[in-house]
């Protein structure tokens, strides 16, 4: 069987990636398409108990290189349980968050560098990188706003704007140096957003 295609989402807090996951879906179902929807950090058994210790508002004195290990450490458990197999019996797989993440929010906005956060992942997503990469490109102030305010029992959520400013800034970079990472407009409403998204997996979803 032919293998499936990786596609994931990503975003600053409150950018509609959920929503655009579920039209995403709903579409797919249409077509009567194999997929499966995941996400990261967590996913399976295992990634999830480290999602709850890496988003824990109570670990405030979690050190940045330690966080960054942690979703590097979700990620690995998380492939070879569910996008590895999926994959391979030629199913589509859609997932919330990938490594592009750990380049915007370690990498850039707590500042360990993009040179590290490829070095401790490139073991982990080796020969998994997504066929396309899905950014929703809106600002953090108006992501925010969408949202009503953060989530004060998570520790990212916890971080002020400069951070999420520093985010989005990151994500801004993997424009330029990942040729499968689209930037999607998301100015229009969700079912703009949804055609938007949809005109760039043209040549994937067939
Ligand atoms: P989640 O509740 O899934 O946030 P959202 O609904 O905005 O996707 O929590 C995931 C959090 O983890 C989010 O703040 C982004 C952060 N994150 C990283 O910092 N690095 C990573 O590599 C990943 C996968 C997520």
């Given at each position: 069987?032919?293998?499936?295609?990786?596609?994931?989402?990503?975003?600053?807090?409150?950018?509609?990636?959920?929503?655009?996951?579920?039209?995403?879906?709903?579409?797919?179902?249409?077509?009567?398409?194999?997929?499966?929807?995941?996400?990261?950090?967590?996913?399976?058994?295992?990634?999830?108990?480290?999602?709850?210790l890496v988003?824990d508002g109570k670990n405030k004195n979690m050190?940045?290189?330690?966080?960054?290990?942690?979703?590097?450490?979700?990620?690995?458990?998380?492939?070879?349980?569910?996008?590895?197999?999926?994959?391979?019996?030629?199913?589509?797989?859609?997932?919330?968050?990938?490594?592009?993440?750990?380049?915007?929010?370690?990498?850039?906005?707590?500042?360990?560098?993009?040179?590290?956060?490829?070095?401790?992942?490139?073991?982990?997503?080796?020969?998994?990188?997504?066929?396309?990469?899905?950014?929703?490109?809106?600002?953090?102030?108006?992501?925010?706003?969408?949202?009503?305010?953060?989530?004060?029992?998570?520790r990212?959520?916890?971080?002020?704007?400069?951070?999420?400013?520093?985010?989005?800034?990151?994500?801004?970079?993997?424009?330029?140096?990942?040729?499968?990472?689209?930037?999607?407009?998301?100015?229009?409403?969700?079912?703009?957003?949804?055609?938007?998204?949809?005109?760039?997996?043209?040549?994937?979803?067939?």
């Open positions: 069987m032919m293998k499936g295609k990786f596609i994931t989402f990503e975003g600053c807090e409150g950018s509609g990636k959920s929503t655009q996951i579920k039209l995403l879906a709903e579409y797919l179902d249409k077509l009567n398409a194999p997929y499966i929807v995941t996400r990261e950090p967590g996913g399976s058994e295992i990634a999830e108990k480290i999602r709850n988003l050190s940045d290189s330690c966080e960054a290990l942690l979703y590097a450490a979700a990620r690995e458990q998380h492939l070879s349980d569910i996008v590895i197999p999926a994959l391979n019996a030629g199913k589509m797989v859609i997932c919330d968050r990938y490594v592009h993440s750990s380049l915007a929010y370690q990498g850039y906005a707590r500042g360990l560098g993009e040179e590290y956060i490829r070095a401790i992942n490139s073991r982990v997503i080796s020969g998994y990188m997504p066929d396309i990469t899905l950014f929703l490109d809106i600002a953090p102030e108006d992501a925010f706003r969408r949202k009503h305010g953060a989530d004060k029992n998570d990212m959520e916890q971080q002020g704007l400069e951070f999420h400013r520093r985010v989005y800034e990151g994500y801004k970079h993997c424009l330029k140096s990942d040729k499968n990472f689209y930037a999607v407009d998301c100015r229009g409403n969700k079912e703009q957003t949804h055609a938007n998204i949809i005109n760039i997996l043209k040549d994937i979803i067939k």
